[in-house]
Each structure stands twice: as structure tokens, then as C-alpha cells.
């Protein structure tokens, strides 16, 4: 099973696997049932969850139901622990929406919820990034998961989110780090083949591979930028239920009031 989701992953179009590969997993989850293991987002359990990646698949990352992998599980239990996001009226711009939480954000009575991307089927907007399409100072929150490793100029990404965000609104924007002693974030623009691009980031869509000066490039685009630690404050029992990432960083950006 690995090593077939990491030959599809990396051989079929995403708008293809956004559009279709839920039907396919609703029928593999059946052999997935269990009690071990349980996804925060959809409240399923199974016995364990599917592998998911490329080299090679990571086991135990995919919820078989809504498709939430790691991250997008402790960005869940982070937005229900750490913000008022379920509670306050918010109008909230979601960039490259994830299908986990399409539908259940736009079920949420109190948000305002505007997904967008240049691509996504999944998107009720069109947008490019770099330039997004909205007044300044429009939104409270923000959402842009694993989206700037892809884009030509990530700094004016980070720029444009900070200008539609109101003065003291957040944003979760979340990249991976592939190499993780790596202190300053590599890009070379020389690097344009998918094969080379594969080769030297990691991925073929990628154009850079991020560093430890992550959140400083987040704070040249204008946002206050607090890293936090939350999945390190969770019980490793609590880890291993909802099959979380065991050291990731959240960065929750906000606009200076």
C-alpha cells in the first residue's frame, strides 16, 4: 500500500486526486477499522491510519474518511485549544483549501468563509497568490498550508496575506522543511525541470526548500509571528491517538494593530 499511494501521489495530477481519490478511499477504509487510532477532524477511529507521501509513503498519516493527514489534525485540535476560531464571528480566507475541512468550515455558523486558489477544484475562488483579489484589511483569519514552497515569490505571498488581513488579525501559514539543520531557506531559479526540481527540493512543484529563517521571512512580510510549540505540550498518548506530527511548529502570524 505504500508504495502504491507514493506512485500515485507522485504520478497523478492533484486536481485529479482532489476531485476523485475520497471515493477510492471509501472503500479501503473498511479494511482500516479499528480503535487505535482516532482522527479529531471527522471523529473516526480505525485501527490504524492509511500510509501517505512520497519517499517513501509515511505510515500512519491519512485519515481514510476526510483525508486529514498530521498537520491537518493538529491544526484542528490547535484551532480548538488556542483560538476563538469556533466561537467568534470571523471572516476567513482559506488558501488551497484542504477537502478535510472544506465542508466543516462552511458549516460553521459564526465564520465568513471564502476558500480560493489558482487551481483547486475544490476553491469557490480563483486566485493567484500573489496577487490576491480582495480590499485591504478584509479578513480576521487566515489559513495557507504547505502552498509558498510552490510559488515564485513566497515573501510576496506572505506580503499579500498580511495586507487583506485586519490590524490584529492571524494566520496559520504552515511550509515543510525537508532538511531541518538547514539555517538559511535554499531556492535557485536556475532550477526549473521537474526532474531537477524533484532532485534538488524534494518535489517537482517545489521551488525552494525552507530553513530555520522561516518565521523571519514571515516577519519582513509584515507579520508578528509567534512559533508555537503545541504539539510538545500534548501527552504522547494523546500523539499517538490522533496520529500526530511529534515536532512540528505552528506559525501563528498576526497583523500589528
Not at 51 to 64: E, H, Q, S, T, V
Not at 94 to 114: T, V
Not at 138 to 157: P, R, S, Y
Not at 225 to 236: G, T
Amino acid at each position: 500500500m505504500k508504495y502504491l499511494i507514493s506512485w500515485i501521489i507522485k504520478n497523478i495530477p492533484r486536481t485529479v486526486l482532489q476531485r476523485f481519490s475520497h471515493f477510492f478511499l471509501r472503500i479501503i477504509q473498511v479494511f482500516y477499522l479499528g480503535k487505535n487510532v482516532e482522527c479529531p477532524v471527522c471523529v473516526r477511529e480505525y485501527r490504524k491510519m492509511l500510509p501517505y507521501g512520497r519517499n517513501p509513503a509515511r505510515d500512519n498519516a491519512l485519515c481514510p474518511n476526510c483525508l486529514s493527514l498530521e498537520r491537518h489534525r493538529l491544526i484542528w485540535l490547535y484551532l480548538k485549544d488556542k483560538t476563538s476560531f469556533f466561537r467568534d464571528e470571523i471572516k476567513f480566507l482559506h488558501i488551497a483549501p484542504e477537502l478535510c475541512f472544506i465542508h466543516r468550515f462552511e458549516n460553521l455558523p459564526n465564520l465568513d468563509y471564502i476558500s480560493a486558489d489558482i487551481e483547486s477544484p475544490l476553491a469557490k475562488v480563483k486566485m493567484d497568490i500573489h496577487k490576491i483579489p480582495f480590499d485591504d484589511n478584509t479578513f480576521d483569519g487566515a489559513m495557507c498550508n504547505h502552498v509558498l514552497e510552490h510559488v515564485e515569490d513566497d515573501v510576496l505571498a506572505m506580503k499579500e496575506i498580511c495586507r487583506v488581513m485586519k490590524p490584529g488579525g492571524w494566520a496559520i501559514l504552515q511550509v515543510p522543511f525537508m532538511g531541518k539543520n538547514l539555517i538559511k531557506t535554499y531556492e535557485d531559479p536556475a532550477v526549473i525541470s521537474q526532474k531537477e526540481r524533484e532532485k534538488v527540493f524534494g518535489q517537482r512543484d517545489h521551488v525552494r526548500i525552507y530553513g530555520q529563517d522561516y518565521a523571519d521571512r514571515l516577519r519582513s512580510a509584515g507579520f508578528e509571528v509567534n512559533e508555537d510549540s503545541y504539539v510538545m505540550e500534548l501527552s504522547e498518548k494523546m500523539i499517538k491517538r490522533y496520529a500526530l506530527p511529534s515536532d512540528e511548529i505552528i506559525y501563528f502570524c498576526i497583523k500589528p494593530a
